[in-house]
């Protein structure tokens, strides 16, 4: 069984819709989620992080974990064409420079 | 701005060759990582380094080696090119204490014929 999963997708939603991007682990121990995106040919960049449970808030952006159910959201409000991309989830525990990734979620933003 | 540069977009080696991926940073970062992305897979760590002269092996090290002799620097080397070594590989760095902001470079896709 792999640490992370995330469904690969792709996910095509209209624009100005609410996207819900999510991953689930099996390693209670994790503790830092992030979430990546990665545009085509270019690397990943951090979109936001969260330490532990709980929400947090970026402009269009909403981080959600849920300890218990071993399973982190991100939301996007209003998504627009510029969001289509792929976005990785990511996560650590223990070992403080071992991270695991999700393989990633290809989203299409449709104009 | 954080940049973290790669020597090379795209490369193509021959089977049995000896290959040199090369990584530069310009935040000062203590800490830089090798990752391959493959379909399916995800990022997977190759080797990561928290210090000059100093690495740790990741879940995929075999086929691999790696060198930080300086600061800025982390290099990548594939002894004896295979063709299932042919992937996307991401060097990204961070400071130390701070592994949850990695910031990655461009990419080098590798293909081994």
């Known amino acids: 069984q792999k640490e992370v999963e995330q469904d690969p997708g792709p996910l095509s939603v209209p624009e100005g819709a609410i996207v819900s991007l999510n991953c689930t682990y099996s390693n209670s121990a994790f503790q830092y989620f992030m979430w990546y995106r990665q545009y085509s040919r270019k690397g990943p960049e951090l979109l936001m992080y969260?330490?532990?449970?709980g929400n947090k808030e970026d402009g269009r952006f909403t981080a959600q974990v849920d300890k218990s159910s071993k399973y982190i959201s991100l939301f996007i409000r209003d998504s627009q064409p510029s969001d289509s991309a792929t976005y990785l989830c990511a996560m650590n525990g223990n070992n403080f420079n071992k991270f695991y990734f999700g393989s990633g979620t290809k989203l299409n933003v449709k104009p | 701005d954080v940049k973290v540069t790669q020597s090379s977009r795209y490369l193509v080696k021959r089977t049995g060759e000896k290959v040199f991926l090369e990584c530069v940073q310009d935040?000062?970062?203590?800490?830089m990582f090798w990752y391959r992305q493959d379909p399916g897979l995800g990022l997977r760590l190759i080797y990561f380094s928290y210090d000059v002269k100093m690495k740790e092996k990741g879940d995929i090290p075999e086929g691999y080696s790696v060198s930080r002799e300086k600061k800025e620097r982390f290099s990548l080397i594939l002894e004896s090119a295979s063709t299932n070594q042919t992937s996307m590989y991401l060097c990204a760095s961070s400071f130390q204490g701070a592994n949850y902001e990695q910031y990655f470079g461009p990419g080098t896709r590798l293909t081994v014929t």
């Open positions: 935040m000062d970062h203590e800490n």
């Open positions: 969260t330490y532990s449970s």
